[in-house]
């Protein structure tokens, strides 16, 4: 068996040392510059995505507000007025720095009432998905002769400093936010997860 010896093909050279650096030098260079622009690209590319990302999570975004109405029948309400849907993970509602177990106990607390002719309306909040523009009633208290003197009482209270919200929501990428929405304020405090309270707020037994 004949073994042809192995040839080392070597680029061609043109005679000239001068030229030949010339051209691997252009040669290197445009290598470099191909690495470069690729670098480039990919980091782009990087920036991009993350801008997506956070266009994403900020037409996701839910804001939860406090809204109270009177007329008839005072209501006072929780309102998303973020352009996604919020998860409300907990929620505490306190009078005079005491966390009040329901929409009764808090009225009694409050405003003297005292259960007689009244409907006293509620609704389960903590674990509801509020969809942005949606509200949910925290309490609706009619207005009757009975319970006139509660009524007007609470006509004052309902923007009281005495009195605190303090609620904990969610994104649907579950990124979570506190706040006590009876202050108003426009910079909810982000956290890891809700926190159920001590005491928190539910339906009347």
Same mark, same amino acid.
Request: positive net charge; charged residues 25%; hydrophobic residues 40%.
């Given at each position: 068996m004949h073994i042809e010896p192995e040839?080392?093909?070597?680029?061609?050279?043109?005679?000239?040392?001068?030229?030949?650096?010339?051209?691997?030098?252009c040669i290197l260079l445009v290598s470099v510059s191909s690495l470069i622009v690729a670098l480039v690209h990919s980091r782009t590319l990087e920036r991009m995505a993350d801008a997506n990302a956070k266009l994403v999570e900020a037409n996701s975004w839910p804001f939860l507000y406090y809204e109270t109405s009177n007329g008839q029948t005072i209501f006072m309400s929780i309102v998303n007025e973020g352009v996604g849907p919020a998860k409300i993970?907990?929620?505490?509602?306190?009078? !005079?720095?005491? !966390?009040r177990a329901d929409a009764v106990d808090f009225l009694e607390a409050c405003c003297g009432f005292r259960p007689r002719t =009244?409907? $006293?309306q509620y609704a389960l909040i903590a674990g509801k998905v509020l969809r942005a523009g949606q509200?949910?009633?925290?309490?609706? +208290?009619?207005?009757? !002769? !009975?319970d006139n003197s509660a009524w007007n009482s609470l006509q004052r209270q309902?923007?009281?400093? =005495? +009195?605190s919200l303090n609620v904990c929501y969610c994104s649907v990428f579950d990124q979570c936010w506190f706040a006590d929405i009876a202050r108003?304020?426009?910079?909810?405090?982000e956290v890891?997860?809700? $926190?159920?309270p001590a005491l928190p707020y539910r339906i009347p037994n």
């Open positions: 040839h080392h093909l070597e680029p061609r050279k043109s005679g000239y040392r001068a030229f030949d650096i010339a051209i691997t030098v993970g907990s929620i505490e509602v306190k009078w !005079a720095g005491r !966390a =009244a409907d $006293v509200s949910i009633n925290i309490l609706g +208290l009619p207005h009757t !002769a !009975a309902r923007i009281s400093r =005495a +009195l108003f304020s426009l910079k909810p405090r890891d997860h809700c $926190v159920t």
